[in-house]
């Protein structure tokens, strides 16, 4: 099997790197108040293994109870271990194509069948009859696209179908609503979250899901004795508590998605409707690939994707306005060329 492949991770001065959905504002200032307060002889200790007091904090911002709450090292590790609970060996895991290219990584590592349910040309979704998975990994907002399903069409699908959904809302802080609700409606869907994206702290890894408690405590079950480092754990607790910095990381966020979308529009790219911190561009000639590479040779990293469905389009990250700004002067520099 081939593994997953990470965006690249360049080093160096000068480099704008808009290839990995990182956000570029700093995360809560809790965050650097609690490091200092952390006692280091606590590090000789095992983390608490349940999580219990950022579990806490997650169940009361969400108003479910703590048994309906799992945490992880990050999503990651949450959307392997619903494979693992909830797929038979005979079973099969469905995601949409083009989607998070590390859902087949992950139904390949436990060796069951992958069904992917192909989106139109417009990256919409549409289920195909009689479809069957174990468990379906519903991207919304979706990503490499950025485009977020309506909550009536998920509800729709979740009612009818007869496994697990996970709907992955990794991005959904940027977007106009949430399935958050449906976690708790249907004991056939859990909700994952992460703090890498909104929170803008993906150097913690550190992710969350919401669902009925039997399917929590399957995933309680299989996963690593403790999971979640004791620092991990505590700076998740203090950032989630802090909702007035997140919410102003995705405000500013949004003014510039806003911002990059009608520049790119003027150039020529056909941007499709993000609700994310990133955008999903079509460019002009010379082209995806050609536009990938160039911008590269300019220190500029965005993401390109080879394949039948992605390899037209480009995710670029919104940065800041200035990052955004260099962005564009750049693509005025190749297509002047």
Request: net charge negative.
């Amino acid at each position: 099997m081939s593994g997953y492949v990470p965006g690249e991770q360049p080093k160096g001065e000068g480099i704008i790197k808009l290839n990995t959905n990182e956000n570029p504002w700093l995360c809560s200032p809790e965050i650097r108040d609690i490091l200092n307060e952390i006692n280091v002889a606590n590090l000789a200790k095992y983390p608490d293994p349940l999580c219990m007091e950022v579990r806490k904090v997650i169940a009361e911002k969400h108003e479910v109870g703590v048994g309906n709450i799992f945490a992880g090292n990050g999503s990651d590790e949450i959307l392997a271990l619903c494979i693992r609970a909830f797929v038979e060996r005979t079973g099969a895991v469905g995601y949409f194509d083009p989607s998070y290219s590390l859902y087949p990584i992950l139904a390949q590592i436990e060796d069951v069948e992958v069904r992917p349910v192909a989106l139109d040309e417009n990256f919409e979704w549409q289920m195909p009859e009689n479809y069957e998975a174990s468990v379906f990994f519903l991207t919304n907002p979706n990503a490499p696209t950025g485009m977020l399903f309506p909550k009536e069409t998920v509800e729709a699908f979740v009612k009818s179908f007869p496994g697990v959904v996970v709907i992955d809302e990794a991005y959904v802080d940027f977007a106009r609503e949430s399935c958050i609700e449906l976690a708790v409606k249907y004991d056939n869907v859990l909700v994952v979250r992460t703090l890498s994206k909104s929170y803008a702290l993906a150097g913690i890894r550190f992710g969350y899901c919401i669902g009925a408690k039997p399917l929590i405590d399957a995933l309680y079950k299989i996963k690593d004795s403790y999971n979640i480092n004791m620092l991990t754990q505590e700076l998740a607790r203090v950032a989630i508590l802090d909702d007035g910095t997140m919410t102003a990381i995705t405000s500013a966020v949004k003014g510039t998605r806003e911002l990059i979308t009608k520049e790119l529009n003027d150039l020529g790219f056909k941007v499709y409707p993000s609700e994310t911190n990133f955008v999903w561009v079509k460019p002009p000639k010379p082209g995806a690939k050609k536009f990938f590479e160039e911008l590269k040779k300019r220190n500029i990293f965005v993401r390109w994707f080879d394949g039948p469905r992605t390899k037209d389009c480009l995710r670029i990250t919104v940065g800041t306005n200035e990052q955004m700004m260099t962005l564009v002067e750049k693509i005025e520099e190749i297509l002047e060329k």
